[in-house]
């Protein structure tokens, strides 16, 4: 039997912190209700597991109604700086959005709560209203409380995630680099024994080239991991020499493919303040991809040119052009060769090296673009400040 909606008290009409304590017993049921919506989070919870806090929640926003506010108080709510009671102490409404997140719980499901349970009480109050001089100022108190609630689940939710997230970086930087480094290690020590076996040594050359595939793959899901949940790239700026990293990086390339022609020009000044580890892997990255995306008899060039207050970078390939449609999202992760097999080892290409390189280049404060068109190849161009 359903119950009904208390709307009178002594023959006056209820204000909204008391409709809400009177009929807390309907607005939980219709919460729990639109709760079981959310699959699939939801069809292996308990109505008890569903309703958990809100009893909790609505008698913080029955309180909040009640309370005293000036404008000042008003307004430093507004920007989310209203001082707590207990600073250490989680509010009902991030306790919360913790165990939403535990009961797998998307934020956007966790907010569409918050919007439903604001729709319901409004409506369930605004059919017995009968125009009290006070109703105005109550609905804004009430948007008010729902809004911090909302503001501080978000804030709950977003920063268990992330450290969720740091937690997942921690393991998998430390329990898959281990032993890929141990493997290297074995197999460079391997090849560089005296042994008179070729094919023992051409084995273990293969092993740590793979192994390096690794470590290389690896670092870039742990920068697609980090990029992706928000988090800007770290740079470590040191004055370096640009022109004199791109021929160190030409000559690991020759080494890596030496059936492939690579050349490289430089000019200009080319010293600045830039992360050198992260610049390597910006201009290993683009040659690479000339590599991959190019015919096995054709040359990728490489130009380094320093101008006023910026180096100009740019690594060329022939080959088919690139479509434009794919040209609009190409420094997107997984949007380039994510069908492709890499010509020398046969592994799945994941697509994040120019998603890397667009994230270093733009923590570095510059710009890179694309250039691809039948019969004129491609060309990658970045510009990027001294400082």
Not at 118 to 136: K, Y
Request: charged share 25%; net charge negative; glycine share 6%.
């Amino acid at each position: 039997m359903s119950r009904a909606i208390v709307t009178m008290q002594s023959e006056t009409p209820l204000r909204l912190a008391d409709f809400i304590r009177a009929n807390i017993d309907s607005i939980v049921q219709e919460w729990v209700r639109f709760a079981e919506t959310r699959t699939p989070a939801s069809e292996t919870m308990s109505h008890l597991a569903l309703k958990n806090h809100i009893v909790e929640l609505l008698d913080f926003i029955a309180d909040d109604l009640e309370s005293e506010q000036t404008e000042k108080e008003r307004f430093a709510k507004s920007c989310g700086l209203e001082k707590r009671d207990d600073e250490f102490a989680r509010t009902a409404a991030e306790v919360h959005a913790l165990l939403r997140i535990k009961d797998g719980f998307r934020i956007d499901e966790v907010v569409s709560e918050f919007r439903a349970l604001r729709a319901s009480i409004l409506n369930q109050w605004t059919n017995t209203r009968t125009g009290r001089p006070d109703e105005r100022e109550d609905m804004i108190r009430f948007n008010e409380a729902i809004d911090q609630a909302i503001a501080e689940s978000v804030a709950e939710y977003t920063m268990t995630a992330n450290r969720s997230r740091d937690l997942f970086l921690g393991v998998l930087g430390h329990d898959l680099r281990n032993p890929i480094a141990a493997a290297l290690m074995a197999a460079r020590r391997i090849a560089s024994l005296n042994v008179t076996d070729g094919k023992q040594k051409a084995m273990a050359r293969q092993i740590a080239l793979t192994m390096e595939r690794a470590t290389s793959i690896l670092d870039d899901l742990l920068e697609l991991t980090r990029t992706t949940f928000g988090s800007e790239i770290p740079l470590h700026r040191k004055q370096m020499n640009l022109a004199e990293l791109g021929g160190q990086i030409v000559d690991e390339m020759r080494s890596l493919f030496d059936v492939r022609q690579i050349e490289i020009s430089t000019l200009g000044e080319t010293v600045g303040a830039w992360d050198r580890a992260r610049m390597g892997q910006v201009l290993s990255n683009l040659i690479g991809n000339a590599l991959q995306h190019s015919p096995a008899d054709s040359s990728v060039t490489v130009k380094i040119v320093g101008e006023a207050d910026q180096v100009f970078i740019s690594v060329h390939n022939e080959g088919e052009p690139i479509p434009l449609d794919e040209q609009r999202t190409i420094f997107k992760p997984l949007s380039r060769g994510a069908d492709c097999e890499t010509r020398d080892t046969g592994a799945a290409h994941l697509g994040l090296g120019l998603f890397i390189t667009h994230k270093i280049i733009t923590a570095h404060g510059g710009t890179i673009s694309v250039q691809s068109a039948s019969g004129k190849g491609t060309r990658f161009i970045a510009l990027v400040p001294k400082c």
